[in-house]
């Protein structure tokens, strides 16, 4: 009985090796490439890589390092045990609930928002889906964590999310807001509270120590194209050597309210006029301090934005005397808000009826 069961091992073993002798070449070349999560975002990181590259319009640019000579370029998530391991009976094991709670996220993505509402979810101010106790995997697809074989260079790139208010809020065509703007409007550019930025990336102290150091920048919001609709943008200034670069971006920070903004936050408001006759100021550097103007912002492309730009020393900021002029980029397939546009945001508004 032995020997017959040895035998019956031996023929399906030399049974499978005659199969793979017989396989195409092509179709072993394309086993041996690998899987499809191998080409998704989380595993080759490339949307950081995609916007910092020189040709590209990112922060190359100023500072001449290849990506592969930087930290960020070790930011992957190369193997599953990253997200869906769990510990059984003092053993590691696979676990499709693991990677389903915010824990698994919350490794790379830290979320301001997710935080607070746990603290605080009857504040009004917390995010109205994380206040529910809804899960980041409620709204994202396991396709977009995976990857579905397709080399996005961004996940901004057309294709590469599935999650869109529109899949839970089916009657989002009645609101009024999507009316009048005629669906060129993004959900967010009413209903997200605040997208904070990153003033002054002191390059350097990354490159020599390992660390990013920064300045928060809250409550500016940003507005800029993408997509085809007007949406919320973060701001990214970076210093290295005196050279400096101006980011905007789309942003989305999971920080959404319930009650979307008054059409007079965005129309008229006091710093389109200022805009127009090139007196506004995002910020200002005061007695050591950082000092934000608050309020909704049209990127208009020219514009100067009189940034102070500051260098890291000590664990103190000082001003850069004469820093070289900054360079610009729309990252994340993103376009300044029009002419056409902006004149539309500075008329005035008719009294209601």
Not at 71 to 79: G, I, L, Q
Not at 148 to 159: N, R
Not at 303 to 323: A, D, H, I, T
Request: positive net charge.
């Amino acid at each position: 009985m032995r020997h017959a069961v040895i035998i019956r091992g031996f023929l399906s073993v030399l049974l499978l090796s005659f199969c793979i002798s017989i396989l195409p070449a092509q179709d072993r070349t394309q086993n041996q490439v690998g899987n499809f999560y191998e080409k998704s975002l989380h595993y080759t990181n490339r949307g950081l890589e995609h916007w910092y590259l020189a040709k590209n319009g990112g922060l190359e640019r100023i500072t001449g390092i290849p990506f592969e000579k930087l930290s960020c370029n070790n930011c992957h998530v190369r193997s599953c045990d990253t997200c869906h391991v769990k510990e059984v009976g003092g053993k590691p094991a696979y676990s499709t609930g693991a990677a389903g709670t915010e824990k698994a996220c919350e490794k790379c993505h830290g979320m301001e928002s997710l935080t607070f509402a746990r603290k605080s979810p009857s504040d009004p101010t917390a995010d109205v889906h994380f206040a529910k106790g809804m899960k980041c995997m409620d709204c994202h697809t396991a396709r977009e964590i995976h990857g579905d074989g397709t080399l996005y260079d961004s996940m901004q790139a057309p294709g590469a999310l599935d999650v869109s208010c529109e899949k839970c809020h089916a009657d989002l065509s009645k609101c009024p807001s999507n009316a009048v703007h005629k669906g060129r409007l993004d959900c967010t550019a009413c209903h997200v509270r605040d997208v904070p930025s990153c003033y002054n990336c002191h390059f350097d102290t990354k490159v020599s120590e390992g660390k990013s150091v920064s300045i928060p920048m809250k409550n500016v919001l940003f507005l800029i194209n993408h997509d085809k609709k007007v949406t919320l943008a973060n701001l990214h200034t970076f210093i290295y050597r005196n050279k400096t670069l101006i980011v905007f971006a789309p942003s989305f920070s999971h920080l959404v309210m319930k009650q979307g903004r008054k059409c007079g936050d965005c129309h008229g408001n006091p710093i389109l006029r200022q805009i127009k006759s090139g007196t506004y100021k995002p910020v200002e550097w005061q007695g050591g301090e950082l000092k934000t103007a608050g309020g909704i912002v049209p990127v208009l492309d020219g514009y100067n934005w009189n940034f102070v730009f500051l260098n890291y020393s000590k664990g103190q900021w000082v001003p850069v005397e004469q820093p070289a002029a900054p360079l610009l980029n729309y990252s994340g397939y993103s376009s300044p808000i029009t002419k056409e546009q902006f004149e539309k945001l500075a008329a005035p508004q008719p009294p209601k009826p």
